[in-house]
């Protein structure tokens, strides 16, 4: 895969004498890279061409398209974003193609990491609530992503007989959980078909995409813009920010209906997205375990990991319910 030089990228964007050669900042989905020039410091993107279509039904320049148009409304609407840098000759949007790869750059920005004692309660939920009512959808029922994980109790018990017979350490414990699998499957499946408030949203609310400035929190990545349910999103981002805690939790979600959001319909699942997660997170390591696709990048101990998500299905079930019982 294409990885560009300094001089290209800064020719490409109108960004000036580079002063330096890029430095990689993180190899992942994306790649992305730090840029100086005379004109400033710039971060830049790089897509792999599998990246995209969790919007669309397109790939990654459907998936892009998408995420743009809505990361300007965003922007229009006083959300706290990075600015990007337009390309002197765009292929689409902010993006320009650059061999066989698309390329994006914002202007850098000074920041650190989100730390455990940053309080961004009231700035999550607010920035939160303004994202689900920047395009709501009015239709029921969750996207077919939310479906991926969700198969028939026949394919469970086939993919832990075969594991048995693979001689995986997990597949006993495999056996014990699926009572719980099923029943969450069925939770979830009910939701699909009910849930009344999706919206399209930034659908990548995560501790590493929340940068911390001298003027506060900034909300960046804004390419895995999704359809979703805005309470089960809500209740999802609140409890990986909480870390769990239900003070911080209710300190966010408190802060969301504050601003407008909605969460009364989810009662008692208002955190079943985070159960979905774990379900899809699962699901797809079983079927890696047993060979049936390919390793994602991203995925490094298949079989360790198995064994310690279905170890600790039925805690981490009983936390989330726990949670919502306490709010």
């Given at each position: ?5 300094a ?7 109108a960004?000036?004498e ?12 994306t790649?992305t ?22 919007s ?5 320049t459907?998936?892009?398209?998408a ?9 229009a609407?006083g ?18 193609q650059?061999n066989e790869?698309?390329?994006r ?8 990491p ?7 309660a ?5 920035t939160?609530?303004q994202v ?8 029921a029922g ?17 993919w ?5 017979e ?10 014990d ?9 069925d ?6 078909e ?6 399209l ?16 929190p900034?909300l960046?990545?804004?390419?895995s813009v999704?359809?979703d349910s ?12 909480g870390?769990?805690e ?12 504050a601003?407008g ?23 797809e ?10 390793q994602?990048?991203?995925?490094t ?16 079930l ?10």
């Open positions: 895969m294409y990885s560009p030089t001089d290209v990228i800064a020719e490409t964007f960004l000036g580079p002063v330096a050669d890029l430095v990689l900042v993180r190899r992942g989905d790649d890279w730090r840029l100086e020039t005379a004109t400033g410091a710039y971060f830049v993107k790089g897509y792999w061409s599998s990246t995209g279509g969790q669309t039904a397109g790939g990654l459907d998936q892009l398209a995420a743009m148009a809505f990361e300007d409304r965003a922007r609407a959300i706290d974003l990075a600015e990007p840098i337009a390309p002197v000759d765009p292929t689409l949007g902010w993006v320009k650059i790869r698309l390329f750059v914002y202007r850098w920005i000074e920041h650190r989100l730390e455990d004692d940053d309080d961004i009231d700035w999550l939920g607010r939160m609530a689900h009512q920047l395009e709501p959808l009015g239709a969750l996207p077919d992503w939310w479906r991926t994980a969700l198969r028939p109790r026949a394919d469970w018990e086939k832990f007989t075969t594991a048995r693979q001689g995986k350490e997990w597949a006993d414990l495999g056996w959980r699926l009572p719980q699998i099923v029943e969450l499957t939770r979830i499946r009910e939701a699909c009910f849930a009344p408030d999706c919206t949203t930034h659908g990548d609310f995560k501790t590493h995409n929340l940068l911390i400035t001298g003027t506060g900034i960046v990545d804004w390419d999704r359809t805005a309470a089960l999103e809500a209740g999802r981002v609140a409890y990986i920010f870390a769990g239900p003070e911080p939790i209710s300190r966010i979600l408190t802060a969301y209906t601003a959001g909605d969460l009364t319909w989810a009662g008692h699942d208002v955190f079943l997205s985070e159960a979905r997660h774990d379900l899809h997170i699962l699901f390591h079983v079927l890696t375990c047993l060979g049936h696709i390919p994602p990048r991203w995925m101990t298949p079989d360790q990991t198995t064994a310690t998500l279905l170890s600790e299905f039925p805690a981490k009983t936390r989330l319910q726990d949670a919502a019982v306490q709010l």
